[in-house]
């Protein structure tokens, strides 16, 4: 059984800094690929980033490339995203999930329950 439990998150200031994580099993990180996706009220759901279980390539969205880092650690069994110079239009309730390396969300299988971001400008 796949389980991806987010944490973090909260409340961050526009250009400041703040981090979710997921935490799950060290076979699910041997066997998917880990995304962040996150859904804004009244917008569609968007892929954020993404890493690969093979060999921890990663992807990101245009619109958080160069601010967002997503990275795992295999000793701690979890996967963080982490967020500079945030903007408001950050807001938004991550998910984890995983699945098959993409960006595209019917790729992945397996779902957390969301934490959410809000940020104040």
């Known amino acids: 059984q796949v389980q991806l439990v987010e944490s973090g998150g909260g409340l961050g200031q526009a250009g400041g800094s703040l981090s979710v994580s997921c935490a799950t099993s060290?076979?699910?990180?041997?066997?998917?690929?880990i995304a962040w996706f996150r859904k804004a009220p009244g917008k569609e759901q968007e892929f954020v980033a993404a890493?690969?279980?093979?060999?921890?390539?990663?992807m990101y969205a245009d619109s958080v490339k160069g601010r967002f880092t997503i990275s795992r650690d295999n000793a701690k069994n979890t996967v963080t995203l982490q967020m500079n110079s945030l903007k408001a239009e950050d807001t938004a309730v991550y998910y984890c999930?995983?699945?098959?390396?993409?960006?595209?969300?019917?790729?992945?299988?397996?779902w957390g329950q969301g934490t959410q971001v809000a940020v104040s400008s």
């Open positions: 999930a995983a699945g098959t390396y993409s960006e595209e969300f019917l790729y992945y299988g397996y």
């Open positions: 890493i690969n279980w093979r060999d921890s390539s990663t």
């Open positions: 060290a076979h699910t990180l041997r066997t998917f690929a």
